[in-house]
């Protein structure tokens, strides 16, 4: 579909009824509306990586007790990293993704 835009004119939308999960609600809704929505067999599936990711961006499983330490350990420098844990898991990582071991 094109649409052509010229300057000082608008398009119109034609109006649309929005689906909603409350049955009371939408039956409200479709009385205000001149134009109907056809019903779609459209889904969504989230991925168990997907979700992952949520809980990582929500901070879900995170030990704050264990992070403080770590936190305190860094402001008064007594925290020594382990570098050949740090490569090893590095390095673990890198086979996961497919990457060439070394």
Partial sequence: MTTTIKPGLQATQPQVQL?????AAGSAGS???TGSVRPSDDS???TD???????????????????????????DGTYKPDSQAIASK????????GGSKA
């Fill in 19 to 23: 689906r909603t999960q409350n049955p």
């Fill in 90 to 97: 590095f390095l673990a990582l890198e086979g996961q993704m």
């Fill in 31 to 33: 009385t205000q509306t």
């Fill in 49 to 75: 990586s997907a979700k992952a990711l949520d809980a990582a961006s929500r901070g879900d499983d995170i030990d704050a007790k264990r992070v403080d330490e770590i936190r305190s350990r860094l402001a």
């Fill in 44 to 46: 969504v599936k989230i």
